[in-house]
């Protein structure tokens, strides 16, 4: 089963609040614990909210169940994805795009 999600955000006051809500849903649904999964939603919103003009988030599920999110920022330049969201993120930056993974931790015995 193909498991992808594409969202495109206008460049509305509200682009950050929703690419943090789905970002949000992604991150439970890939098993991560409820702070975790609240820290990435966080940084995507105001990521999102600091970026020029509409976005293209896409999600897609990893065969080891992993989730990868990519935010395409059509009407970014070169410097306006900020290095320290994908510090946060764990992402790479490439040209425009920000791509990062999304992985259940690993459980940890005794």
């Given at each position: 089963m193909n498991r992808t999600l594409q969202l495109d955000l206008a460049d509305t006051r509200h682009k950050?609040?929703?690419?943090?809500?789905?970002?949000?849903?992604?991150?439970?649904?890939?098993g991560l614990p409820p702070l975790a999964a609240s820290r990435q939603a966080r940084a995507?919103?105001?990521?999102?909210?600091?970026?020029p003009?509409?976005?293209r988030l896409s999600a897609r599920e990893e065969p080891d169940g992993a989730r990868t999110i990519a935010?395409?920022?059509?009407?970014?330049?070169?410097?306006?994805?900020?290095?320290?969201a994908a510090e946060v993120?764990?992402?790479?930056?490439d040209g425009r795009e920000l791509v990062f993974v999304l992985r259940r931790p690993p459980l940890r015995s005794r």
């Open positions: 950050g609040a929703v690419a943090g809500q789905v970002v949000l849903g992604v991150a439970v649904a890939a995507v919103r105001s990521l999102c909210d600091a970026l003009g509409g976005l935010i395409d920022a059509p009407g970014a330049g070169s410097g306006d994805l900020p290095p320290a993120l764990g992402a790479s930056i």
